[in-house]
Nanobody
């Protein structure tokens, strides 16, 4: 059973920063790529960033240079450092395994709300 718990969201002003964390259960974490996704009100879920098991990162164009994804395989955690936040970053953020998403078997947990507003 996939268990993923996101945390770190909150209300910030434009230009502010947040650091999101995702804790994964079990010992399989280090064998898979991890990703962050987000869903804004009235919008489809969007891929934001991914990191392979070896640490290679990719980002959607809208967050390049502002967001940084990282992982700690020893702790089964993945983080998303978000800087220079914009109102359009407002969304519920989720972590999950991109491989499962590609297979149509993605697990979507509670997520963590990020609101960027003045």
């Amino acid at each position: 059973q996939v268990q993923l718990v996101e945390s770190g969201g909150g209300l910030v002003q434009p230009g502010g920063s947040l650091r999101l964390s995702c804790a994964a259960s079990g010992s399989i974490f280090s064998a898979y790529a991890m990703g962050w996704y987000r869903q804004a009100p009235g919008e489809a879920r969007e891929w934001v960033a991914s990191i392979t098991k070896s640490g290679r990162t990719t980002y959607t164009d809208s967050v390049k240079g502002r967001f940084t994804i990282s992982r700690d395989n020893a702790k089964n955690t993945v983080t998303l450092q978000m800087n220079s936040l914009k109102p359009e970053d407002t969304a519920v953020y989720y972590c999950t395994y991109p491989t499962l998403v590609a297979r149509g078997q993605g697990y979507w947990g509670q997520g963590t709300q990020v609101t960027v507003s003045s």
